[in-house]
């Protein structure tokens, strides 16, 4: 069974950068793409962006350039945050699919495995 467990989080002022990473352990996890969500409070979950098996990179429509997801060889990834904004506040979840296909990345039931999530707290 994969096990993903998130680290990173904390508090940030806004302006500033995180960068948040995901350890995956429990099996082979190299096939598996990545993927990282985000979860207001009161707020469905939404997509922050996805990196292949191969390594390529997916983002939601709305993506401003200030998040870069990666990834190593082990499928630990990797989610780089910068210039932060008060609205970046949320619970940052990392997932693992069995399904490399860009549609299905960018949902929530695209996705295999979930970790339990770090919190971020950009404030003003």
């Known amino acids: 069974q994969v096990q993903l467990v998130e680290s990173g989080g904390g508090l940030v002022q806004a302006g500033g950068s995180l960068r948040l990473s995901c350890t995956a352990s429990?099996?082979?996890?190299?096939?598996?793409?990545m993927g990282w969500f985000r979860q207001a409070p009161g707020k469905e979950r939404a997509f922050v962006g996805a990196v292949s098996s191969s390594g390529r990179t997916y983002y939601p429509d709305s993506h401003e350039g200030r998040f870069t997801i990666s990834r190593d060889f082990t499928s630990n990834s990797y989610l780089h945050m910068t210039s932060l904004k008060p609205e970046d506040t949320a619970v940052y979840f990392c997932?693992?699919?069995?399904?490399?296909?860009?549609?299905?990345?960018?949902?929530?039931?695209?996705?295999?495995?979930w970790g339990k999530g770090t919190l971020v707290t950009v404030s003003s």
């Open positions: 997932a693992a699919s069995r399904n490399d296909g860009v549609l299905v990345l960018r949902l929530p039931s695209g996705y295999n495995y």
């Open positions: 429990g099996g082979t996890t190299g096939h598996l793409a």
